[in-house]
Structure formats: C-alpha cells, structure tokens
C-alpha cells in the first residue's frame, strides 16, 4: 500500500513551473572522424543558443530535428547557428552533409529544458523494485514457515 501511495504521488506530482533566466549560450561542437563533440548539449527553456560548428577533418554540416536549422563548416572556418531554444524536449542533430561510410551514425542530442518525464520514470523505476523485493522477501518468509 504504501508503495502504491508513493508511485501515485510520484506519477501525478505537479511539475514546478521553469524560473530559470533565459541566457545567451555560445556552444563550440567539433565535428570529426563521425562524431561531434559534445555529442549532447543542454540548454534551458527560453535560451537564445548559438552553436558553433568546427569541422577539423572535411565538410560536416548539423541539421537540428524539431528546429529544421542547418549550418554546414568547412575544416578550419567554423559557421555559426543561432535560435531561441523555445521547444522543451529532446532533439535530435545530425551530420547534414555525406562525409564519409559511417556518416549515418554521426548523430548528437540538444536537451531543451529539464526532463520531469525521466526523473519521474526513474522514480518508478526505484519504486518498483523496492515494491518486487518486499514481495520476494514475503513469499520467501512464507516459505520458511
């Protein structure tokens, strides 16, 4: 029972209002042998983002899911992105431009504010197994008698 309470209370808490500031956020992401550095970026609800693409071994591009933003750089002369982060969730970036065989597997993720929904499954998660093992441990009880 008690278990129950705690995952209704976590399933249907109220999510706090953002009351963070929206900021200018200049992130540099290097671009190279199939794979951006970082390959996730975290920003808040509201931010006004520039992301700076630095290719160091041939043409790459970023086209950002969700925005349908895209800037390709060339080695050796970044090109910049910017954009108001006005969409909370997770999205996808990508390499815009063919540069080379595993070009499909370079991929990244740009996390616009905080993410409850994964905060709450976790949760659930850790309610659930504190939830398997009590009823484990009484069956086995059970069993000893």
């Known amino acids: 029972m008690t278990v129950a309470l705690a995952a209704t209370t976590i399933a249907f808490a109220p999510v706090p209002a953002a009351t963070v500031t929206p900021v200018e956020r200049h992130i540099r992401i290097e671009a190279k042998s199939f794979e951006y550095s970082p390959a996730v970026v975290t920003v808040n609800s509201g931010d ?10 041939v043409v790459h591009g970023l086209y950002l899911d969700g925005y349908d933003l895209n800037v390709t750089a060339d080695p050796g002369q970044p090109a910049r992105l910017t954009f108001i982060a006005d969409r909370p969730g997770a999205f996808r970036f990508r390499c815009s431009v063919t540069c080379g065989p595993l070009h499909p597997f370079m991929i990244g993720k740009l996390n616009v504010g905080s993410n409850w929904l994964m905060l709450r499954a976790v949760g659930l998660a850790a309610l659930g197994i504190v939830f398997v093992t009590q009823r484990c441990r009484g069956a086995g ?3 000893n008698l």
């Open 48 to 57: 006004r983002v520039t992301l700076e693409l630095a290719a160091t071994d």
């Open 141 to 143: 009880a059970q069993r």
